[in-house]
C-alpha cells in the first residue's frame, strides 16, 4: 500500500493506472514506467526518479517472494489488481488516522495527482521557468489528451501564485472555459 500511493503520487498517475500496472511495466534497469491503460487510451512513458526507482526495486524483491508469477505489480492476494474501492477504503483509512480533527475535508486517491501536478507548476515557478513552455511537458507526462486538461490545475494553486507576474492570466483563462453555476 504505501508503495503505491507513492508511486500514485511521485508519478502523477491516475490511481488505476498505479493499481493495475504489470511487472512488465515496471522498467527497473532504466527507472522506466510504462503506461499502457489511461483514460484517453494513449501509451505513454514515464521517467521515475532513483530513489523511486529504488523503492520499487525493493519493492519487487519482496513481493515476489510472496506472488513471483503474477503478472501484476501491485497483486491482492487472489493475484489480481486490488479493486478501486479497496484503494480508497485504504487510503481513507490513512487520511482519517493523520488528519487533523479540525480538517474535514474530503479527499481521494486521485487528489494525490493532483497534488503532484501542483507540485511541479510550484517547482517551475520558484525556479523562474516559463510555465507556457513547461506544460507541454507535464501535459504528455500526464497522458492528457488536451493541453487544457493540464492547465485546469493552475486553479489549484496558491494565491500568491495568481499575484505572479510569470503567468498571463488572460491566456490561460482562454484555456480553460469558465464554469457556469446552474440557477
Known amino acids: 500500500m ?11 498517475l491516475r490511481p488505476n493506472e498505479g493499481r493495475e500496472i504489470q511487472n512488465k511495466d515496471v522498467v527497473l534497469d532504466n527507472g522506466i514506467l510504462f503506461i499502457r491503460k489511461n483514460k ?13 526507482t529504488d523503492m520499487c526495486r525493493d519493492y519487487r524483491k519482496k513481493i515476489s517472494f510472496f506472488y513471483p508469477d503474477s503478472p501484476y505489480f501491485f ?32 479527499v481521494r486517491v486521485y487528489d494525490l495527482r493532483h497534488r503532484y501536478a501542483t507540485a511541479v507548476m510550484m517547482k517551475w515557478l520558484d525556479n523562474g521557468e516559463d510555465l507556457y513552455t513547461c506544460l507541454p511537458y507535464l501535459s ?19 494565491e500568491k501564485l495568481v499575484r505572479s507576474k510569470s503567468i498571463n492570466w488572460g491566456r490561460f483563462s482562454r484555456l ?8
Open 140 to 158: 504528455a507526462y500526464m497522458g492528457h489528451a488536451e493541453f487544457s486538461d493540464t492547465a485546469y490545475y493552475i486553479h489549484l494553486l496558491p
Open 2 to 12: 504505501p508503495v503505491m500511493l507513492r508511486l500514485i503520487y511521485f508519478c502523477g
Open 40 to 52: 484517453s487510451h494513449r501509451e505513454r512513458r514515464i521517467p521515475m526518479t532513483e530513489d523511486v
Open 75 to 106: 497483486p491482492s492476494p487472489e493475484g489480481v489488481p486490488y479493486s478501486s474501492k479497496w484503494l480508497t477504503r485504504q487510503f481513507l483509512m490513512l487520511w482519517n488516522k493523520v488528519r487533523m480533527p479540525e480538517n474535514t475535508a474530503r
Open 176 to 183: 480553460v472555459p469558465e464554469v457556469q453555476e446552474n440557477e
